[in-house]
Every structure is written in structure tokens, then in C-alpha cells.
């Protein structure tokens, strides 16, 4: 089955620094990867993602790029704010589960020091 | 707006107990899902359901049931509870789309289980 790998697994930077969370995935055929966001004691929410027929994608300051051929792919958050301290969390989708499930890395703790 | 809801925030079983965990999605969605989150490990499928009555293990299966009588209604079931299966159990649920991959999946606020 699919097996996502999530680095870092801490990270922490300055307010107004960029930040770069990596993911990689080990089913060629995972054509759908979301991104979440766990603030503390909140359940995980959607903040972007990508299908496979694209390389990149913006939303304000958050960003995704997807490398198909190194089954890899990125959220760039930049200009950093406190509110941006959470957990992240990358995912792919399951051929073996027919898409309808996803396989989420282990998480990335971000901390944005004011 | 989606919601999905939880029975319980909190809940504290002895071992061996039988315990459930409720889960309740008002959008009519097809797909409900239960993870278990760990830290270091993220989410863990434990089962899903694409379906009434229809459901296929995920990752973790191993100690855990469900049950799937109505669309909105996904309950996970801990046969014999043990002190490992102690963690956060969320439940999510998603729409099926023709022709096109995995969906947006929308969480429950998570029920932290304690088995002692």
C-alpha cells in the first residue's frame, strides 16, 4: 500500500520567515495530496492541495508543488504569522482503497516565534 | 457548512471493556472514515465505509469493528479494549465524485479514549 514520509518533524522559525514541510510517497499511481492543518486541541482542517496533473498551486501565502516523477511534494508557507503555529499534515490518496481513503504522513510541528 | 459530530470529547474504559465510539455526518456524504492519532505517527486508518453496510479495513484494523447501519451514522467498535489502544480516535467523512480522486475529508472533534 501507499506509505507517505513527512520531514520535519519540528520545525520552528522566525515570524515573517518562510517555512518548507517535504513529503514523499511511495505509489505512482497517488494522484490526489492534501494538506492539513491541527491547531492545538482543534480538529485537522483543509488547507490546500494538489492532483497529480499539476505542478504547483498558490493560495495567498501558502503554496504546494508536487514532483511526480520523484514522488515527492511541498508546502511553502511564507511570511510566517503566529497563527500559522500548528500541526501539518501531507497525504496521498490509495489506489488500494480505490482513492476514497488517504494515507497521511506523521505530522509537522511548526512554530512561528513572534 | 459540514459537520461531523462525536458521542463522546472524552471517554475512560477499563480493559477488556466493550467500547463504542459514535460518529454522526449531517452532508449526506458517502465515505466515513476512523483514524487514530498518535504522536510521532499522524493518522492511522483504522477502517473506512463507502457505503451502508459496506466497509474495508485500513491500516490498523487489528482489535477494532464498525458498524454501518445509515449513511450519516460510522460507529468504531473496541471488542476488548486494551491499555495500547489508549489515544485520539477521529472520525472524517468525504463525497464521492465521479472520475475523479479523494475528496476533501472533514473531521470530527476527535474523542480521547483512555483504557486503564
Redesign the interface.
Known amino acids: 500500500g501507499e506509505n507517505v514520509e513527512q520531514h520535519p518533524s519540528t520545525l520552528s522559525v522566525q515570524e515573517g520567515d518562510s517555512a518548507v514541510i517535504k513529503c514523499t510517497y511511495s505509489d505512482s499511481a497517488s494522484n490526489y495530496f492534501p494538506w492539513y492543518k491541527q491547531e492545538l486541541g482543534k480538529r485537522p482542517q483543509l488547507i490546500i492541495d494538489i492532483r497529480s496533473n499539476v505542478g504547483e498551486k498558490k493560495d495567498q501565502r501558502i503554496a504546494v508543488t508536487l514532483n511526480k516523477t520523484a514522488k515527492h511534494f511541498s508546502l511553502h508557507i511564507t511570511e510566517t504569522q503566529p497563527e500559522d503555529s500548528a500541526v501539518y499534515f501531507c497525504a496521498a490518496s490509495s489506489r488500494d482503497t480505490g482513492r476514497r481513503a488517504l494515507t497521511f504522513g506523521s505530522g509537522t510541528r511548526l512554530q512561528v516565534q513572534p | 457548512d459540514v459537520k461531523v459530530t462525536q458521542s463522546s470529547r472524552y471517554l475512560v474504559k477499563r480493559t477488556g471493556e466493550k467500547v463504542f465510539l459514535e460518529c454522526v455526518q449531517d452532508m449526506d456524504h458517502e465515505?466515513m472514515?476512523w483514524?487514530r492519532q498518535d504522536p510521532?505517527?499522524?493518522?492511522?486508518?483504522i477502517y473506512?465505509s463507502?457505503d451502508v453496510k459496506m466497509k474495508?479495513k485500513?491500516?490498523i484494523p487489528e482489535g477494532y469493528s464498525v458498524s454501518r447501519e445509515k449513511k450519516e451514522r460510522f460507529s468504531l467498535i473496541l471488542e476488548s479494549a486494551s491499555t495500547n489502544q489508549t489515544s485520539m480516535y477521529?472520525c472524517a467523512s468525504?463525497l464521492?465524485l465521479r472520475r475523479r480522486?479523494?475528496h476533501?475529508?472533514y473531521?470530527?472533534?476527535?474523542t480521547r479514549l483512555t483504557v486503564t
Do not use: I, M, V
Not at chain 2, 510521532?40 to 486508518?45: A, I
Open positions: 465515505n472514515f483514524y510521532g505517527l499522524g493518522l492511522r486508518l473506512f463507502y474495508e485500513g491500516d477521529l468525504s464521492t480522486p479523494s476533501e475529508q473531521f470530527g472533534p476527535g
